[in-house]
């Protein structure tokens, strides 16, 4: 079995924790079996952008039906419009809301082309990517994420911060591909890190078997406490 490793994956400042874990990873699979293949992705650096165009986009666009009429929450008021208003405004939590409203202006008549389109054109380039990378290569591995989860509410007043987070797996919704977080280590502050598995579309199976190998040989596991 062949794994690619995508040389973009090596972002800057990322920590060195990160990058061990990773290189622990590629070692597991090798130890396995499998040959270790250096891959290209070129489009990943504009998978970020893209990714909260189109999906805010889709968000902004699904959510319409959420008007407190047939879907949602009800609030009750005195007029057609302050009830779609409250129920809107009650139903919704901030991160939502933000992303319709990013959505909703990406949408809007003078933005549709120079924002939604655009972002369209870039998902198509970087699943022609992994296309590109899957006739060398059998499944990737990646990091999860850059760090270790942040404290709950930590970045709650820099919602870029938090997007940056997910700089390793939107890359996989754009695509359309299937991918699994497998938990692998901890890092200095005992939380867990995990690496990440990207596979060809419907080909879950192979995923569910590194991911088993790579559990085997981390020989990790993270079971919540009891709470029922």
Known sequence: MRIGVPKEYRVDGMPAEIETLWEQGIAWLRDAGCEIVEVSLPHTRYALPAYYIVA???ASSNLAR???MRYGLRAEATSLTDTYEKSRAEGFGEEVKRRILIGTYVLSAGYYDA???????VRRRIADD???AFGKVDAL???TAPSAA?????????????YLNDIFTVTVNLAGLPGMSVPAGLDAKGLPLGLQLI??????GLLF??????????????KPARWW
């Open 56 to 58: 805010p986009a889709e």
């Open 66 to 68: 959420y008007d407190g």
């Open 115 to 121: 924002y939604y389109l655009r972002a369209l054109k």
């Open 130 to 132: 992994f296309t590109e």
């Open 141 to 143: 591995l990646t990091p």
């Open 150 to 162: 942040f404290a709950l509410g930590e970045n709650a007043d820099d919602p870029v911060a938090m």
């Open 199 to 204: 596979g060809r579309p419907l080909d879950e």
């Open 209 to 222: 078997s590194l991911g088993g190998a790579i559990e085997k040989a981390a020989g990790f596991s993270l």
